[in-house]
């Protein structure tokens, strides 16, 4: 099944970032899209997930053209389908780690999965408060928040970028392991090479151009 198809992407801030791009993701599959910092990964990633209209070009995400979508087909596609992680947590910080996972839950129907927290390693410190987390533990928390809402599409921006090399890896398993149970794809914006290679494609953003590696 095709989750996601992106027709001539063009963007520009105040100069051109890039061009002509066009990509395309079915179920089970991952991309991982790589490229030094300021070549546009996190802006491509935004105009993906419906967060950002491009200045040319088209998405497609589960074979709707997203710009012909009303608002409130838009927000129930971004509330149940998708499931995006960020490099900052947008945790409520206010709250525990436990009730930001139940707020995240009750508004997309589904229910809070502990078998997950356990093998995130969070099932006890996510009843602290999120201020009390370290960075690692928020971001683990925030990727437990977005795999609760059951999404058919994940875009991941450098979701493993605070964890150590081990609860990176382990964290990865676990998108993978989700990919497969829930017939979802990602897309994962990295920096750790090793963590790309087992993605299914490999794209590298250089200036301008989106250049298939995998
Ligand atoms: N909202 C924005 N307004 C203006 N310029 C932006 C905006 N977002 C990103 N940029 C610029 O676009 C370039 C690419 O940014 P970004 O997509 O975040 O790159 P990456 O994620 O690869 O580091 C940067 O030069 C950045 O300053
Ligand atoms: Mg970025």
């Known amino acids: 099944m095709n989750l996601l198809k992106a027709t001539s992407l063009?963007?520009?801030?105040e100069y051109p970032l890039f061009e002509e791009i066009s990509l395309e993701l079915n179920a089970q599959e991952s991309m991982a899209i790589?490229?030094?910092?300021?070549?546009?990964?996190?802006?491509l990633m935004h105009i993906l997930s419906s967060m950002l209209v491009p200045n040319e070009g088209s998405v497609e995400l589960f074979g709707h053209n997203i710009y012909q979508l009303n608002e409130k087909e838009l927000v129930r596609l971004r509330r149940h389908e998708l499931g995006l992680i960020y490099q900052s947590?947008?945790?409520?910080?206010?709250?525990?780690?436990y009730e930001n996972?139940?707020?995240?839950?009750?508004?997309?129907?589904?229910?809070?999965?502990?078998n997950l927290l356990?093998?995130?390693?969070?099932?006890?410190?996510?009843h602290q408060k999120v201020t009390?987390?370290?960075?690692?533990?928020?971001?683990?928390?925030?990727?437990?928040?977005?795999?609760?809402?059951?999404?058919?599409?994940?875009?991941?921006?450098e979701p493993t970028g605070n964890l150590d090399h081990t609860t990176a890896q382990e964290?990865?398993?676990?998108?993978f392991d989700y990919l497969k149970e829930e017939d979802a794809g990602m897309i994962l914006v990295t920096h750790d090479e090793a963590l790309a290679l087992q993605?299914?494609?490999?794209?590298?953003?250089?200036?301008?151009?989106l250049t298939k590696v995998k």
């Open 10 to 13: 063009s963007h520009a801030f």
């Open 34 to 43: 790589i490229g030094v910092s300021g070549s546009g990964k996190s802006t």
């Open 89 to 97: 947590h947008y945790l409520f910080k206010g709250f525990s780690g």
């Open 101 to 114: 996972l139940e707020v995240a839950a009750l508004m997309a129907d589904q229910t809070i999965d502990e």
């Open 118 to 126: 356990i093998r995130l390693g969070i099932d006890k410190v996510c």
């Open 132 to 157: 009390e987390l370290s960075g690692g533990q928020q971001q683990r928390v925030s990727i437990a928040r977005v795999l609760s809402k059951k999404p058919k599409l994940i875009f991941a921006d």
């Open 171 to 175: 964290v990865m398993t676990i998108f």
């Open 199 to 209: 993605c299914d494609f490999i794209y590298r953003m250089h200036d301008g151009v």
